[in-house]
């Protein structure tokens, strides 16, 4: 099933799919716009494009499993998605998904404005990849 994932953020917004067997997340774009309407036009013109079967949203929440005013948020921005498209929207837990993409862009030698432009992206692949593995066990 092609599952597509989103790293909801202020400014930019992560997006990555796996293929349709569900064994690899790749990065697939990052989206610079803080105007949640906007973004949502977006998402859902990528959606129209790339057809996902599934959408998987980050959903932040605290180290001590609490959830936040930004897991709020992110369940907001789930259902002005799930208003204009008839795809199942799931969450997977984003805890320490930034630090990750950090560490796995440092090990890449990926650096300053590059890194900023891309750290979201590679967001959405370790969501999605969590989320896959998580699927076949």
């Known amino acids: 099933m092609k599952i597509m994932s989103v790293d909801y953020g202020d400014a930019r917004t992560g ?10 997340a790749s990065s697939y774009c990052v989206i610079e716009e803080s105007y949640t309407p ?16 599934r959408i998987v949203i980050g959903l932040p929440r605290n180290m001590d499993g609490s959830y936040g005013f930004r897991a709020d948020k992110c369940r907001e921005l789930g259902e002005l998605i799930s208003q204009q498209c008839d795809i199942t929207i799931d969450y997977e837990d984003e805890r320490l998904t930034t630090v990750i993409a950090h560490d796995i862009l440092s090990s890449n030698n990926v650096r300053g404005k590059k890194r900023k432009n891309v750290v979201d992206a590679v967001s959405a692949v370790v969501i999605l990849q969590d989320y896959i593995d998580k699927r076949k066990k």
Do not use: Q, S, T, W
Request: proline share 4%; glycine share 0%.
């Open 38 to 53: 906007k973004l949502v036009n977006k998402i859902i013109d990528i959606v129209n494009h790339e057809k996902p079967e």
């Open 15 to 24: 997006i990555a799919f796996c293929d349709k067997f569900e064994m690899l």
